[in-house]
């Protein structure tokens, strides 16, 4: 009786083993597809009262935790003209820029709603 008490416990311990490996195959390959996008440079024409529109040129646009490519238009002219928006707010940006577009004089800026970041180089203002 005690041989086949141990054989079933180590098969319990084999089978949470193997559950647990299996847990982490699963998981793993999510951690890629939450990266930034990138998406091509554009301009934001940010709106003026009595005047027409101002042209913002922004590079290194990159999108993240669901926003889309999209978007970015919409939500960069709002933020940029003082009127975001619903959720999007301008925060401070904690990443580095390219070396290339430092040397352009860019900065680096960023808004987010909830998870989702959008991330750009701009002049100041």
Known sequence: MKSKLHLGRGAAILACAASLAGTAIVVAPVAPAAA????????????????????YPVKGVEVEGGATCGEVNKVLAGVLSGNPPAGWK??????????????????????????KKIKFAGHGG
């Open 36 to 55: 930034a996008t990138k998406c091509a440079n554009t301009v934001i024409k940010i709106p003026r009262e009595g005047a027409k529109p101002y042209p």
């Open 90 to 115: 301008s925060v401070p940006a904690r990443y580095e820029l390219p070396k290339k577009l430092q040397e352009e004089g860019l900065l680096a800026q960023m808004v987010k709603k909830g998870s």
